[in-house]
Structure formats: C-alpha cells, structure tokens
C-alpha cells in the first residue's frame, strides 16, 4: 500500500514551525517515502504559489494521489489509515495517545506564547511566569502517566508513535529554553533528542539562513538570546 501513495509535505521552516514537525517528524522516523515542498515564513505565505499547495494558509499540508489533507492532525489520521504502526496497537495505549495529542494540539497556549518556537537559539526567560509554570507541571503529569502506565521507554510504551510526534516541538522548545522536569521526564526529552530524526531537524534548522523579524521578536519579547546556532545568510 505504501508504495502505491506519493505524499508530498508542505511545510514551514524547520527553525520557526513546530506544527510543521509533527508530520515530516512521524513519517521519516517510520520510515515512509515523501518529498517535502518548503516556504519561508514572511512574505511567501502570501504568496499564489504556497496557497495553492495550502488553500487553508498553514502548514503543514500533505498532497497525496490527488487529495489534500490539512492540520497535523488530520494528516496523522490519515496516514493512521494507510500504515501500521501510526498509533499504539495496544487499544487501551491507542486511546490515550489520541487522547494526549489532542489535548496539546488544542492547549498549552502559555507555552506556545511563552516559548516561542524557535529550534537553532538557546534562550533564558525574563521572568519567571506562573501560567507557564502550571502548563509545565500539567505536561510533566501527561508524559509521567504515559511512561509509568505503558512502560516507555516512549509515551505509549516500547514503540515511538504519532503521540511522541506531537510532543516533539515541545522538547525542542524545553531545550531552547532550557526548562526542566523531573527525572523521568528529562530521560525521555534525552531519549527524543537522540533519535537520528530530531537530529536531522535540529541540523537542517541550524542550516537554514532564512530570518523572520516577527517570530524572532516573539522571543525577544519573553526571554533573551545567548546562543544563536543557526547559519548566517
């Protein structure tokens, strides 16, 4: 079945669009075959040429034999239905890893606000805030209920699946950052940082040359910059 599809990806730029990680993150680490169609953020969204490949105006969009799917969420459904392994086979492990996806793809907005994301810096809060404080403490209980019920080493137990997929941009934002939890939880950032996929994202963010002043300004405005690894233009 695999063979027969052609996906193509549009995404954002790896350094600024976590929404764009999930899906390119879920389909390379299992091993699926797509091309990935680019667009800088800033001007080009605007442009005839990235609403055509995305009528909705955001990535990430997967075009496959004639059909368009939009939302990270709507993407991973899809490909759930075209190949094993998407979500747990587990239907106790499925339910929650559904359940956990969909909580972060709807909540958290202290966390997107206040740690912008933003892969290829390293960043050090202004100031200490207590609505990101308690979305933290609400992640940290998500990934410990995960890891103690199914017995990791990934959120619904041995094997990665979509809902490792969805939590991916937050332990590159906990990176940025330099935001910590408790142990368990810091094992299981290490573990995701450590697979040749993420590293694959993280290189490919400290490569791009591209700069977009209005999301670099969104960090500026919480926190500030002490390490900027990505390349100059």
């Known amino acids: ?21 999930r899906p390119w993150l879920l389909m390379s680490h299992l091993g699926m075959s797509f091309n990935v169609h680019w667009f800088n953020f800033g001007p080009p969204f605007s442009s005839v040429a990235f609403h055509d490949m995305a009528p909705a105006g955001q990535v990430p969009v997967l075009h496959t034999n004639g059909q368009i799917i939009w939302d990270s969420l709507a993407i991973t459904e899809y490909l759930a239905e075209q190949h094993p392994g998407v979500w747990p086979i587990d239907p106790v492990a499925r339910a929650w890893a559904r359940s956990a996806s969909a909580e972060m793809h ?43 019920r199914f017995g990791g080493p990934f959120l619904a137990g041995e094997r990665f ?19 910590k939890l408790d142990e368990t939880c810091q094992t ?8 040749p996929s993420m590293q694959r994202w993280h290189q490919m963010a400290c490569q791009d040359t591209w700069r977009d002043p209005d999301h670099d300004a969104e960090i500026l405005r919480v926190a500030d910059i002490h390490l900027d690894l990505r390349q100059q233009a």
Do not use: K
């Not at 950032?189 to 450590?194: A, D, F, N």
């Open 1 to 21: 079945m695999q063979a027969s599809r052609n996906y193509t990806l549009v995404l954002g730029n790896p350094h600024y669009s976590s929404w764009s990680l």
């Open 106 to 148: 709807a909540n958290f907005s202290s966390l997107r606000s206040l740690c912008p994301f933003a892969v290829a810096v390293r960043a050090h809060h202004h100031q200490h805030d207590m609505r990101l404080q308690g979305e933290l403490e609400r992640l940290q209980a998500i990934w410990q209920e995960g890891l103690n």
């Open 161 to 179: 699946s979509a809902v490792d997929a969805f939590y991916a941009p937050v332990v590159f934002r906990l990176q940025t950052y330099g935001l």
């Open 188 to 195: 299981y950032i290490s573990r995701l940082l450590e697979l």
